[in-house]
C-alpha cells in the first residue's frame, strides 16, 4: 500500500459538465476539490498527484480527517481581512451547531454560514466568501 502526503482542499469551480462529487454513492454538487500525493509506483519512487471533487459534507469530513481546519480558517480569515472583515466562529448555544460570520467595527455583517461542526462552518462561509 502507498504513502499518502500533501492533503489540501480548494474551492471548487466548475467549468461546463460537473461530474458532481467523487465520494462513493453521493450525488451531491461539487464545492471543493480535495488533493493529494501519493507514490504511485513504489519501485521506482513515481510520485502520482490525486484529485478528488467533493461536496461541502464530505469536504468537512476531509478537512477534519486530514487536520486542514486550521489551514482552511487562516485563508479564510485572509479573504475576510481583504474585504476588511473579520471572522468570528461561535458554537451555538443548546448545541445546535456553530455559525462563523464576518464582523466589522463590532457589528455582524454578512455573509454568515451555520456547520454540525466549526470546521463545517468555516467551509461553508468559505464558499461563500469565494462565490461572492
Known amino acids: 500500500m502507498g504513502m499518502t502526503w500533501g492533503h489540501a482542499l480548494e474551492i471548487h469551480t466548475p467549468t461546463g459538465h460537473d461530474p458532481g462529487c467523487s465520494w ?49 480558517e487562516a485563508l479564510l480569515r485572509q479573504r475576510l481581512l481583504a474585504q476588511g472583515l473579520f471572522l468570528h466562529v461561535e458554537e451555538e448555544p443548546e448545541g445546535k451547531g456553530w455559525v462563523a460570520y464576518s464582523l466589522r467595527k463590532g457589528k455582524r455583517q454578512p455573509p454568515s454560514a451555520r456547520g454540525k461542526t466549526r470546521t463545517g462552518a468555516i467551509l461553508a462561509l468559505l464558499r461563500e466568501v469565494s462565490l461572492a
Open 24 to 72: 462513493p454513492l453521493c450525488s451531491g454538487a461539487a464545492a471543493f476539490q480535495g488533493r493529494f500525493y501519493r507514490v504511485a509506483i513504489p519501485r521506482t519512487g513515481r510520485i502520482a498527484e490525486v484529485r478528488v471533487k467533493l461536496c461541502l459534507e464530505h469536504a468537512e469530513r476531509w478537512a477534519e480527517k486530514h487536520g486542514l481546519e486550521e489551514a482552511l
